[in-house]
């Protein structure tokens, strides 16, 4: 099977090898951020300070994204359209994976 990789700008691309790489990647993020629905993983590197993380209001149902802290500010994922409530992640390495329902995200995390 040949390697597959995901770019927003390119699309699916085949090439030899094997695996499957998304690269959407939203880095180096701080302070509030409204997320949009395409970008498949960010990472935050200093806190949410100022305000919170809010996952968009719809998606493609079954879009999946993940949150990562690479931090071990607070950073708060919003509760606003989850099936959560907000979510605080205080560690390197917390993440939350959100899956749209199409209806609202459903938020599974885990906290360190």
Not at 67 to 91: H, K, L, P, Y
Request: with cysteine; aromatic share 6%; proline share 3%.
């Amino acid at each position: 099977m040949p390697k597959v990789t995901y770019t927003p700008s390119s699309g699916l691309i085949q090439a030899a090898g094997s695996g499957v790489n998304i690269n959407s990647i939203l880095g180096g993020q701080s302070g509030e951020v409204n997320l949009d629905s395409k970008t498949f993983l960010t990472v935050f590197t200093g806190a949410s300070s100022g305000g919170d993380v809010t996952l968009p209001a719809s998606a493609d149902t079954g879009a999946i994204k993940i949150i990562m802290a690479d931090t071990a500010a607070n950073v708060v994922i919003n509760g606003t359209n989850c099936s959560t409530g907000n979510v605080t992640m205080t560690n390197v390495g917390d993440f939350v994976v959100a899956v749209f329902n199409g209806t609202e995200w459903i938020v599974g995390r885990s906290l360190t």
